[in-house]
């Protein structure tokens, strides 16, 4: 507690990070300096090593180098330990627990403030952080159905609900909008600003347009390295973006 | 559907539990002979670790093969127990005067004491499945792996049993016992006594497995067997979950085999074989493993059948099992109990359309 560290804005700092899988090496020499506040894009052609970069600081893959926030490394604690100092992530397929309801997987979420004794007694209420939760995330309406009928945004919306109720400052989003629709990514980009202020959000993303409209920061990677950092604007004007992402996403929009 | 009806709904179990403590408690007692009422305690100890396979299984995931081994150790406990009971006070069991030097073993004389034996019977299993339980969650391993380390533990158990005749009697067990913690095994009213605590064992299992089922742990529980790795990003060690599950469920196994012991009047590694884990199994796969009554009522039925086609068939009823498994794994996997809300939402369907029916 007594750590000078904690006494800073909080800040995820990642030092030379690298990554291989049986000599190959799927990323290498990352440094990234991720800021509370500000909503920071991972963006970068397939392989680029941007899932791989989250695995690892989540502890999915084994890496080697630094990543520390509030004092811990990262690197050196198991997946659920991270959680626990407040780092939380979603998947690019939207894995909630279909059986339970949209409260049920909320609730389940808060687990890390719960004593063992809490831990056997039933739901009697809905938690306030719970309830504020849900209200965020826009899904009153729909709180009480199984999460496997909700809808493909939604359920993303959910997974982004689950880790405000668990409280993580720094949310991981791994293609949070692929497969919305225009409309739905709007309000996935305005959630994300709501939110923003007091975490550290970086989301991983493909679509250029969304990238464009709320992008604070972006942060380009190219075969398992930072190509380079800038706003929505510097990216546009390097040449070298050009020439790996953009220039080939411009004639491939319609993916997106 | 509204909330009311969703509060209520979570209480069905409840009204389930409450047929089957009518059932044990005051209808069998009344209408059954003391040997069928015997009987039924036994597959009620079937039905106890039953309940904790549902938990482990049905709602862990942990393909729990060998409970035999948890069922055997608590027998053991109380077959020890009994057998110095029927021993007399100072004197050795009969086997060790045969077998063994005649002088009873350090590890056996604080079975001597019903309070030791009575701890006994929920520590022992209890640090057995912890120790088993870390070693094996924390290192990942799970499906066939678990179920076959689980089931080949069992084997091992069953032939030590029977190597260690000097210390467990060997293949022919512990046998010859004459009391129940004072109380004559051979006296109608104290079998029915001892009916009486084994089914009121089973109803108190039953409702601490539904307190379990609605508690953020079961939710947590469900979340584990469904998606693990999901679970570790809640901020839970998986591993933690499965082993609280697995310990109950070690215990609740423990416990019945510890009953099983004064109604059966002996205690042999038959009873605690792999083949006798197989039959719990079976049981709570027929009950329905998922819900909170399948596995007891599951349990029960197996060891009504298990009684009743042997004595009419003794050279075929073991098909006759198989067949009804075949039966039920194709038809309703499931399980017997999982007909029950399907005919429920059917009937509410049907109701529903009517009254649909009518407004137009």
Redesign the interface.
Known sequence: MNDPQTHEPDHLEIKDLAVSFDGFKAISGVDLALKQGRLHFLIGPNGAGKTTLVDALTGLVKASGHATYRGKDLLSLKSHQIVRAGVGRTFQTATVFEELSVLQNLDIAGGVHRSAWGMIMARRKVPTYVEEALETIGLQDVSRRPAGVLAHGQKQWLEIGMLLVQDAKVMFLDETVAGMSAEEREETGELLRRICPDRTIVVIEHDMDFVRTFADIVTVMHGGKVLTEGTVAEIQANPQVQEVYLGRSAEGTAHA | ?N?RV?AFKAYFPLIGIAILALFLLVIAPGALSSFRLNNLGKYCCYAIAGVGIGLAWGRGGMLVLGQGLFFGLGAYAMGMHLKLEAAGPDAVPDFMMNFGSGVLPAWWAPFRSGAFTIAAIVVIPALVALVLGLAVFKRRIKGAYFAILSQALTVAFGALLVSQIKYTGGQTGLNSLSTFFGYNLYDPVNKKMIYMITAVILIVMLLITF??Y????G??L??TR??EE?V??????PANIKVVAFVIAAIMASIGGAMFVPMAGLINPREVSALASIMLIAGVALGGRATLLGPAIGALVVGYGRTSLSEAYPDQWTYFLGAMFIIVILFIPNGLTSVIPKAWQALNRRRTDIKEVEAV
Do not use: H, K, N, P
């Not at chain 2, 609605?214 to 742990?217: L, Y």
């Not at chain 2, 570790?232 to 060690?237: A, S």
């Open positions: 559907m909330a969703m307190q379990l609605r508690s953020r742990f939710e947590v469900i979340a469904d998606q999901r570790r990003f809640l901020g839970y060690d």
